[in-house]
Nanobody, 124 residues
């Protein structure tokens, strides 16, 4: 059974930084891309960033461009999200996700595996 495990969430003041990590495992773990989504209380889950392993290209939501950076190690099935200049509106549960055989990287439907989430809280 494939699984994703996140770490690195926490409480930080506005303007601060956090780094999230996610590692995938499991014999049947297929992944062409790995990324991050977030879900604030009472809102829908939204795309944050993804890295496409073939070519190591990346995609970002407009709301995080220039502040967040996604990176990873394909051989280790590990992806990171470096979050700088955090704002209170970045407060959410952040989910790691992985998928294959899709080009709709910003849609939750493209992802086959999900982590359990890690809370990020940014205080003003």
């Amino acid at each position: 059974q494939a699984q994703l495990v996140e770490s690195g969430g926490g409480l930080v003041q506005a303007g601060g930084s956090l780094r999230l990590s996610c590692t995938g495992s499991g014999r049947a773990f297929r992944r062409d891309f790995m990324g991050w989504f977030r879900q604030a209380h009472g809102k829908e889950r939204e795309f944050v960033a993804t890295i496409i392993w073939n070519g190591n290209s990346t995609r970002y939501a407009d709301s995080v461009k220039g502040r967040f950076t996604i990176s990873g190690d394909r051989a280790k099935d590990t992806v990171y999200l470096q979050m700088n200049s955090l704002k209170p509106e970045d407060t959410a549960v952040y989910y790691c996700a992985a998928g294959f055989s899709s080009i709709f990287y910003t849609s939750t439907r493209a992802y086959n595996y999900w982590g359990q989430g890690t809370q990020v809280t940014v205080s003003s």
